[in-house]
């Protein structure tokens, strides 16, 4: 027996850490059940005794001890106090004249980087905002109305001809209310001008837009009216020239960037046009009661349907057609259109995309499309050609809500990358109907007798990405007064964007400056570039050293995150016997950086949580005790008591793998949930444990001592608040499902199965309503078992 306590004891012996090297998995000693096990009476509520497969089972205890004095739910009430202390000052804030310091109108930036920064922080959702009403011309009977692509011209089409006016002009960033630019350019929507068409035979008027000038106006378009073909000036509204065809015409689609068409005729004859309609050459057939085919914008392809279950593209160059082939489409159903644009050829169904990649360096893969699953019912699907991106669409569709009702929506996308932006319903649009300029910033609702015409932002954000965009474009141009009046704005965020914490945001503007600084350095290690690369980049360091010096806030954040990457860049992921002499003086010598800039940046009133997680860091890896940072521990729970990010890089550090033990992680995020208490404390919890469950290769529960109802608490609250995000549900089904189906878990008939099976549901429920497809980052995901489980609830 004698023997048996001296193992025991040895299990339980702390085992110290030594700078941030992986250890070999402590093992873990067991002893009949039944057996006599002593502990300490001061220590054994630290001790884990489980019985496991009919042994006793001993590891070295965990080092929470600390969290657990303090009383259940008192970090809890100081998040409470912040609310209502948050709270205030947002209603004191709606009695001033001045904006609140938490808004971007308060940070001194002006014109584009104005926008920039009102999109990147949520103040701008991308909803329409009326510029003015157009009365229709009253001759005109049976009105169409379409918007050239640049949105400077205003046409309406009826039985006796066209009325062309030019509308006033802005640059995309120059808002409703905001003062004249020097860019503005003028005109007026309401003066018309007559054009009265020579058409021939019966049949609707179709229209397409090209030509760019210098103004960056569409000057000309393409006009079907019966078998007649009409290339209209715009500036003049005069017809250029004329082809008939010998019959009428039942499509047109013309290259936005080149003026080929398109042209599609009541039998279904297929013509391609050149942009002065000197000649109409038959290139095929098209079956007419399928949807109609569409010209890519720079002319090199035609995309059309050739049969229900196959697609068909024409390959076109210098204006003629070179051969056509036949695409296969998987599983089809109902066809409801086709789209061409420059990266991608979409054949769209209601609930689904077929896309095929327009890549010439990857040959042979003509025939091969990728099917994706639409959440949302298609209506149309308009693509833009002056966006920030030439594959983008703006998309009409019918989304379902969480009443079991739908509402139609419209958002841009990318369809052919999975890409998608924020939805704005067009319920207060009422029956009119829609005409998008393919430029996508501006758009019209008529009713055959009033034209509103509208400013829209083409892709406006839906989640943090676009800080992240935003703020490495003003590094890299070292535009640090920018970066810090974005600084000012967070850190005086009383409120969620995105649904996300200001410490939470505030994380996004220093990794991005960190990483931007970490970058332009490796960039004078690059072989390839040229004298003027390098002057380029050395001056952009200076820049940034220069910025670093001054030693504000956010410098003395990014730089503790600099230098902590690149202490692991000369670190490596290796194991230490890999790493070079230098390799170890940098990483220590990057650290203690690291640490300086905390000790400049502690006594400051608003240090930001992200500089307590960098913290830990660089206290891991130099060797510092659990003890040395209890402190800053305790003070980041009552600072943000609703932020994760240090708890999270703490649990690593106790990990097995980094000297902890199997249980310690759980342990810690448990005694932090209880010291704030549930709700929140169960989400925390939950966040935690996601973080770490990777590490784990079976499930988490009696393996690794994780309060698996806990869990699903803590997700379900995140599904209430609706914190998750188009890539952070997926994330939780993946926990979720992974939860209730892996080895060692319940079984499928327990509570918990049953509780989490159906959490995996709501989840999936949640996303569709909120997201209309799978971003192409989840949807790749391929080769676990516990990926496919979530794509089992939410289909490519």
Not at 126 to 144: D, F, I
Not at 175 to 195: N, R, W, Y
């Amino acid at each position: 027996m004698k023997c048996l306590s001296k193992c025991c004891l040895l299990a339980i012996a702390v085992i110290s850490l030594t700078g941030c090297e992986p250890v070999t998995t402590e093992q873990h000693f067991s002893v009949p059940a039944g057996e006599t096990l002593v502990a300490a009476p001061a220590v054994a509520n630290q001790y884990r005794w489980p019985v496991i497969e009919d042994e006793w089972q001993a590891t070295k205890p965990t080092d929470c001890g600390f969290l657990r004095q303090i009383k259940p739910g008192a970090i809890g009430e100081i998040a409470d106090q912040i609310l209502k202390t948050n709270q205030k000052r947002i209603e004191d804030a709606k009695s001033s004249q001045q904006p609140a310091p938490w808004m971007v109108a308060s940070s001194g930036l002006t014109g584009k980087a104005l926008t920039w920064a009102r999109l990147a922080l949520g103040e701008e959702d991308g909803q329409p905002v009326l510029r003015e009403s157009v009365a229709m011309p009253p001759e005109v009977s049976n009105p169409t109305v379409w918007l050239d692509k640049t949105g400077r011209h205003l046409v309406v089409g009826g039985d006796n001809g066209l009325w062309i006016s030019r509308l006033p002009w802005r640059p995309w960033w120059a808002l409703p209310g905001t003062p004249p630019t020097e860019l503005d350019e003028p005109g007026d929507a309401s003066k018309f001008q007559h054009l009265a068409l020579p058409t021939s035979g019966d049949g609707a008027i179709h229209v397409g837009f090209f030509g760019q000038q210098a103004d960056g106006s569409d000057s000309r378009m393409i006009v079907a009216a019966g078998k007649q073909l009409h290339l209209v000036d715009c500036t003049t509204a005069s017809v250029a020239a004329t082809k008939t065809l010998n019959e009428s015409i039942q499509h047109l689609s013309v290259a936005a960037e080149t003026g080929h068409a398109a042209v599609v005729d009541q039998s279904g004859n297929l013509y391609l046009t050149d942009p002065e309609l000197a000649t109409a050459a038959k290139i095929g057939e098209v079956d007419v009661s399928l949807p109609m085919p569409a010209i890519s914008p720079e002319a090199t392809r035609i995309a059309a349907w050739h049969d229900e279950q196959t697609g068909r593209v024409f390959k076109l160059v210098g204006g003629a057609l070179d051969y056509d082939f036949e695409v296969p489409l998987a599983d089809p159903g109902e066809p409801l259109m086709v789209r061409c644009s420059r990266g991608y050829d979409l054949w769209i169904e209601k609930n689904a995309c077929h896309r095929r990649p327009n890549d010439p360096n990857t040959p042979g893969n003509d025939l091969q499309t990728w099917p994706v699953s639409i959440y949302w019912d298609i209506v149309d699907v308009i693509d833009l050609h002056q966006s920030h991106s030439h594959r983008t669409q703006l998309c009409f569709a019918d989304r379902p809500l969480p009443d079991g009702g739908t509402e139609r929506v419209m958002y841009d996308a990318i369809l052919g990358a999975r890409s998608f932006g924020r939805p704005t319903p067009t319920k207060r649009f009422g029956d009119r109907t829609p005409v998008v300029a393919a430029c996508g910033n501006v758009i019209a609702f008529h009713d055959g007798q009033t034209i509103d015409l509208y400013a829209r932002i083409v892709n406006a954000p839906q989640g943090l990405y676009y800080l992240g965009e935003l703020v490495r474009n003003w590094a890299r141009q070292n535009q640090f007064d920018h970066l810090e009046a974005l600084h000012a704005v967070i850190r005086a965020l009383p409120e969620r964007r995105f649904n996300r914490t200001k410490e939470q945001i505030y994380k996004v503007l220093v990794e991005e400056i960190a990483m931007a600084w970490f970058f332009a350095e490796q960039a004078l290690e690059n072989d390839h570039a040229t004298e003027a690369d390098l002057d380029a980049t050395k001056k952009r360091l200076a820049g940034f050293a220069e910025w670093g010096d001054l030693q504000s806030p956010l410098a003395l954040t990014a730089k503790m995150r600099y230098c902590t990457t690149k202490a692991w860049n000369a670190r490596g992921n290796g194991w230490s016997s890999s790493v070079s002499e230098n390799g170890w003086q940098t990483f220590e010598s990057q650290n203690k950086m690291a640490m300086e800039a905390w000790h400049k940046l502690q006594p400051i009133d608003d240090v930001p949580a992200v500089a307590y997680q960098y913290f830990v860091d660089a206290a891991r890896d130099l060797s510092f005790s659990y003890d040395d940072t209890y402190d800053e521990i305790r003070d980041y729970l009552e600072r943000f008591p609703h932020d994760d990010m240090l708890h999270l890089q703490v649990m690593i550090w106790r990990l097995e793998r980094w000297g902890g033990t199997r249980g310690s992680g759980s342990a810690y995020a448990a005694a932090v949930a209880q010291a704030i208490g549930p709700p929140m404390g169960d989400f925390i919890y939950s966040r935690c444990i996601q973080k770490i469950e990777n590490v784990y290769v079976r499930a988490f529960f009696g393996y690794a001592q994780v309060d698996g109802n806990r869990v699903l608490a803590g997700v379900r609250q995140g599904l209430d608040m609706e914190y998750f995000q188009e890539q952070s549900t997926p994330e939780a089904i993946i926990l979720v499902a992974g939860s209730h189906s892996r080895l060692d878990t319940p079984g499928p008939n327990s509570a918990y199965a049953k509780t989490a099976l159906r959490l995996c549901e709501d989840l999936a429920e949640y996303y569709r309503w909120r997201y209309p497809m799978l971003t192409t980052d989840v949807a790749t995901l391929t080769g676990k078992e516990k990926i496919d489980r979530m794509k089992a609830y939410l289909p490519e």
